[in-house]
């Protein structure tokens, strides 16, 4: 779990510097774009700003990272990063086959026109209870940003754009490595927590395969 740091004492004045200025208002952003430097969480494929009255969990699979989940305002925002194609996106297509498998489960999906362009409004059947969601997608340059969006933010339109602002102000970090379309983007854990989580394993005695706990999330659709 992660959250903004508060500094102690009077801050240090930066010395400054002229920053890139990004070609687009807003992103997601490509880490080799400019974009505008905040605080943010560094998971290796994807940094993830970090803000006033934000929680921020890891979804693990086994021992390997596979998304982050921003908890804010009694909202939650799950972000997934996998590749694309060099040349296309795949927003479209995906977006076609979660609505046939959300449809297939019993839950009910419609189209609707968002802040980042077409995305898919769902009502998922969970625990015996059914659920409203938001499914957003982006495609960038090689890679394809999914977010999935639950709770107050679904009525609420305030808490659904301090989520909507995560989503702009994150980077993925896609590499040079090559990848089959759709493969995720490797996540770690920060090196401060790494850190502190090997360190704990030693004391206690116990191995740091699986260090976290899984987060609260909506089932995998694929």
Avoid: Y
């Amino acid at each position: 779990m992660f959250r903004r740091r508060r500094h102690a004492g009077q801050e240090e004045t930066a010395p400054v510097t002229d920053a890139p200025v990004p070609e687009r208002e807003s992103g997601p952003w490509d880490a080799d774009e400019p974009h505008p430097e905040t605080e943010r969480v560094d998971l290796g494929g994807m940094r993830v700003p970090i803000g006033s009255g934000f929680e921020i969990q890891l979804n693990v699979a086994g021992d390997q990272i596979v998304g982050a989940v921003v908890l804010a305002e009694e909202s939650a925002l799950q972000v997934h990063a996998f590749a694309a194609p060099k040349k296309s996106g795949i927003w479209d297509e995906v977006r076609a086959e979660l609505s046939r498998e959300l449809t297939a489960a019993g839950g009910s999906c419609a189209e609707q026109q968002g802040p980042f362009g077409p995305e898919v409004a769902a009502e998922i059947k969970q625990d015996g209870a059914t659920q409203p969601v938001r499914f957003i997608g982006i495609d960038g340059p090689r890679w394809f940003l999914r977010g999935v969006i639950s709770g107050r933010a679904i009525a609420d339109a305030e808490a659904a754009k301090t989520l909507e602002d995560v989503i702009r102000d994150i980077v993925v970090v896609r590499g040079e490595q090559p990848m089959a379309p759709k493969e995720p983007i490797e996540l770690r854990l920060p090196a401060e927590a790494r850190q502190a989580v090997e360190h704990q394993a030693a004391q206690e005695g116990t191995p740091s395969l699986n260090p976290f706990q899984r987060g609260p999330e909506i089932s995998e659709i694929r």
